[in-house]
């Protein structure tokens, strides 16, 4: 997959040639968390520009870890899928996540802030069996970050599924959560509580006392917050 080789026939350095590029273990992040089409990939890794992106996946796809197939509700566009060998990339994938909240210190961590995949990250992670069966709107603003990525909407519909919007949908807000971009983090990473962000002023929610009660379970966690943090 790439112009330079380790020339080793090492299962290691062959498995690095094809994995170790810039970008890839990322977007293999994305694609073993659901995601399929080319714009959902894209706001999983925002600061990916949508030529490497594309690069990748032809990368990817040539090595036989993904598969390229055409939607046939809509056969303008493609869907990327993982194939056997791209799935058996799950337990190392989860492995890479699990070192690094265990083993990389966190203030190096809270230094790449980004609005749009924590969101993006929240919304596929969401809990909803504590919303209520209505749609329900969340409002999340960041009052610290420049108007184009201080408001974000996660909308829960009837059915239980979750979107995310940064352009106000029009609807009714059922929670407004108010919180710097930071503390978020924290939370998401399992870094602090909900409770201790709000018992320190870090964190205002006004809105339905249910969801306010239940922000911590409806929230959830990342998928690697479980994990204990031993470097500091």
């Not at 706001?43 to 690069?55: E, H, N």
């Not at 056969?75 to 070192?99: F, H, K, M, N, S």
């Not at 409002?139 to 940064?166: M, S």
Request: overall charge negative; proline content about 6%; some cysteine.
């Amino acid at each position: 997959m790439t112009n330079a080789s380790y020339k080793q026939f090492c299962p290691v350095a062959m498995a690095a040639e094809v994995l170790c590029t810039r970008w890839t273990v990322v977007l293999l992040r994305e694609l073993i968390a659901g995601s399929t089409r080319f714009n959902e990939l894209r706001r999983g890794v925002p600061r990916m520009s949508p030529a490497l992106l594309s690069k990748r996946l032809r990368e990817l796809e040539r090595a036989g870890v993904i598969e390229r197939e055409r939607l046939s509700q809509a056969p303008e566009i493609d869907a990327y899928r993982l194939t056997r060998a791209g799935r058996d990339l799950q337990p190392v994938i989860e492995a890479i996540g699990i070192w690094g909240q265990k083993w990389v210190e966190t203030e190096p961590s809270l230094e790449n802030l980004d609005p749009e995949l924590l969101m993006w990250d929240m919304r596929r992670n969401l809990d909803t069996d504590p919303v209520p069966a209505r749609r329900t709107v969340i409002e999340f603003i960041y009052p610290e970050l420049p108007p184009a990525q201080r408001t974000w909407w996660l909308i829960v519909e009837p059915d239980r599924t979750v979107d995310l919007c940064h352009v106000d949908p029009g609807f009714d807000v059922d929670l407004y959560v108010t919180v710097d971009l930071r503390t978020m983090t924290e939370i998401w990473m399992g870094l602090k509580s909900v409770t201790r962000a709000r018992d320190e002023g870090a964190l205002c929610v006004v809105g339905h006392a249910d969801l306010v009660d239940k922000m911590q379970a409806w929230l959830g966690l990342s998928p690697f917050a479980t994990q204990e943090k031993l470097a500091g």
